[in-house]
């Protein structure tokens, strides 16, 4: 009973300390970052990069900041990038920060919550103060995405410039300039003000024009005037590995041309004073794709014009990019414009921003000649059956992929069919498809989704201040165009969950989606450049080089076998692997009697042999011609005159 009552009262008194003892509570917050006001800033920045050092990669850089009083003084390293939605600028490669003021170093603090924002006291008598830094580039792709090679240089202003808190970005001067190795000529938006060997410096501009005007530069350089007639030059800036990769033809500078005039017969308007495509013929430099209001960076690969009969798909790329000029610079998703680069964004709008983007963009490849009439719907029809087959439809709407730039950032995903993926860019074209030949259809052909083009991205041609819109606004505009339902077209498709994808758009067009066992020349262009076998719509996965797999279709033949992306075929039906034995057991299991598929599968350092369940035969995608059906879709290829 003692030790009863000891063991007891010891329990006791340790519950009563651990009561009486405070619980953790939060620290006090760290003390906030002066809010960005719509007042002009009190100097001009000045930005200097030197973009020589083409060995090590590194752009040194100078800047000067004016301050107007001591104190506390705050500046920004831009976070949120325009165009790819999301916080993903690479602070991790600013380095070597150091302040000075009056020729004495100041310390520096960065911001515990606010990581891109660095603190600094100024002290009195200090008029502006001086920062020397690097950006180390990548040196290598598992770092990043190449911007320096030995020939070309990619100088994206986002990477290189502070800028002072406190202050709508548009609202703080900026004078740039750049040194550029010897030779190498460069294109940007942005005005030269004056020359002087190799480095030029700027004309004045916001902070926020600055950002949004980087340059392409290189030793091999050569630029063509796309509309020397037109309301604003339209300049098609190239640079290259090699002087041989700039050798175009005259009918392939022509279908360029014919983009920039398809673009104002569907728009009727521009939003630029010039407008530059700065565009990389280099398998050196790193992929891009990314807009802005006057320009648009492209990396179209090493063959854009050496190939050009083999190299249809992506090349809708710079059209793409061009309509954003248009579509998500001039007209912005409200919640999306901010009044600095650290402001979050918010991307609820994407569908419209990058989906209507991407339907007006393979559209004017189309209409322009990118594309061929062929290569248009083999294209479409890769499109369709990709989203019809995409499994994660049944628990994840398309409204909730608009998060996925800040959610995933384009990292890996390992069921990317199960996850989705943006699919508010390919899956949002279809939407539109669908309201285009609706319009068509209840109009008796009197007006299309080009009506809307017009009045919704074609108001205050010139102008080149963004034009915000909401959800109501989309809505408004094509109830102008004709009167429906559009809120509920809208949301049933971008904010509900369907087993199929939108698909009405191609029947209202006069084409069915089906598959056969043949793939169709785009569709083998496709695996060519990908350099994969694609038999997501047979054995439900894709095999890269070497047999290993990359990707495999949730629920499908495959995935119900056990496979996973990461595994590699060694062998089919007991022979060492190779695509074409792959694809012929597919169709031997296909015939009557015909033997599984077999495969003998290396997963890290194990192996097992699996029998994968499936005898549908080839199968790949293409659209078929509904017959006694207007052929809606040939008109909405179809070059306008």
Not at 48 to 57: F, G, P
Not at 455 to 478: I, Q
Request: charged residues 25%.
């Amino acid at each position: 009973m003692k030790a009863l009552f000891f063991s007891v009262s010891v329990l006791t008194l340790a519950c009563t300390a651990a009561v009486a003892q405070p619980l953790p509570q939060p620290s006090a917050p760290t003390p906030p970052i002066p809010a960005a006001r719509d007042i002009p800033y009190p100097g001009t920045l000045k930005l200097s990069v030197d973009a020589t050092d083409l060995q090590r990669k590194i752009f040194e850089i100078r800047e000067t900041i004016p301050v107007a009083k001591a104190g506390k003084f705050t500046i920004y390293y831009p976070q949120w990038v325009p165009g790819g939605h999301s916080p993903r600028n690479d602070l991790d490669k600013m380095a070597g920060l150091v302040i000075t003021a009056n020729g004495k170093r100041l310390a520096w603090t960065r911001d515990l919550v606010e990581v891109f924002a660095f603190h600094v006291d100024v002290p009195a008598g200090v008029s502006e103060l001086q920062l020397s830094y690097q950006f180390l580039s990548p040196v290598e792709t598992k770092v990043g995405r190449q911007v320096m090679t030995p020939d070309i240089v990619n100088v994206q202003w986002l990477q290189m410039g502070f800028y002072p808190a406190g202050y709508f970005t548009r609202q703080i001067p900026v004078e740039a300039s750049v040194t550029l190795p010897e030779g190498f000529k460069f294109a940007t938006a942005l005005e030269t003000a004056s020359t002087n060997g190799q480095t030029t410096t700027f004309k004045v501009t916001p902070f926020e024009t600055l950002v949004d005007s980087p340059m392409f530069a290189g030793r091999y350089f050569k630029s063509v005037d796309l509309d020397p007639e037109g309301p604003a030059r339209v300049r098609l800036n190239m640079v290259a590995d090699r002087p041989e990769q700039l050798d175009f033809k005259p009918e392939q500078i022509q279908i360029h041309k014919d983009l920039v005039q398809q673009a104002y017969k569907l728009y009727g308007s521009h939003h630029y004073d010039h407008y530059d495509f700065l565009v990389a013929v280099s398998d050196q430099l790193g992929g891009i794709g990314l807009e802005h209001h006057r320009s648009s960076e492209n990396n179209v690969g090493p063959k854009y014009f050496q190939d050009w009969d083999k190299g249809a798909v992506g090349r809708d790329l710079l059209a793409h990019e061009y309509t954003h000029s248009w579509n998500g610079k001039f007209r912005r998703g409200a919640d999306l414009w901010t009044p600095t680069l650290n402001t979050p964004m918010r991307d609820s709008l994407m569908w419209v921003y990058e989906g209507q983007t991407q339907y007006w963009g393979n559209v004017l490849a189309a209409r322009s000649g990118l594309h061929n009439k062929q290569q248009s719907l083999d294209a479409l029809a890769m499109t369709a059956a990709l989203y019809d087959n995409r499994r994660g439809r049944d628990w994840r709407n398309v409204a909730d992929t608009t998060n996925d730039p800040i959610i995933a950032n384009r990292k890996p995903l390992s069921w990317v069919s199960y996850q989705r993926s943006e699919d508010y860019y390919s899956e949002g074209q279809l939407v539109w498809l669908d309201a285009d030949t609706l319009i068509r259809e209840k109009t008796g052909g009197k007006k299309s989704l080009d009506d809307f083009a017009k009045a919704f991205f074609g108001v205050d041609s010139g102008s080149f201040t963004p034009h915000t819109y909401t959800f109501e606004d989309v809505v408004k505009t094509l109830n102008d165009v004709t009167p429906y339902d559009w809120s509920s077209f809208l949301k049933t498709r971008i904010e509900g969950l369907s087993e199929r994808a939108p698909l009405d758009g191609l029947t209202r067009g006069g084409y069915k989606l089906v598959y056969t066992d043949t793939p169709t020349d785009f569709f083998k262009t496709a695996e060519t450049k990908g350099k994969i076998v694609n038999l997501s719509y047979s054995l439900g996965f894709t095999v890269g080089a070497a047999g290993l797999l990359t990707g495999v279709q949730w629920d499908g033949p495959a995935f119900k076998a056990g496979l996973t992306q990461g595994q590699t075929i060694v062998a089919v039906n007991g022979e060492t692997y190779d695509a074409d034995k792959l694809k012929d057991a597919v169709k031997a299991a296909a015939k009557p009697e015909g033997q599984l598929v077999e495969l003998l599968i290396k997963d890290a350092e194990r192996y097992r042999m699996v029998k994968i369940d499936y005898r549908g035969g080839l199968r790949y995608p293409r659209l078929e011609r509904i017959a006694g059906t207007p052929a809606r879709l040939d008109d909405i290829i179809t070059a306008r005159k």
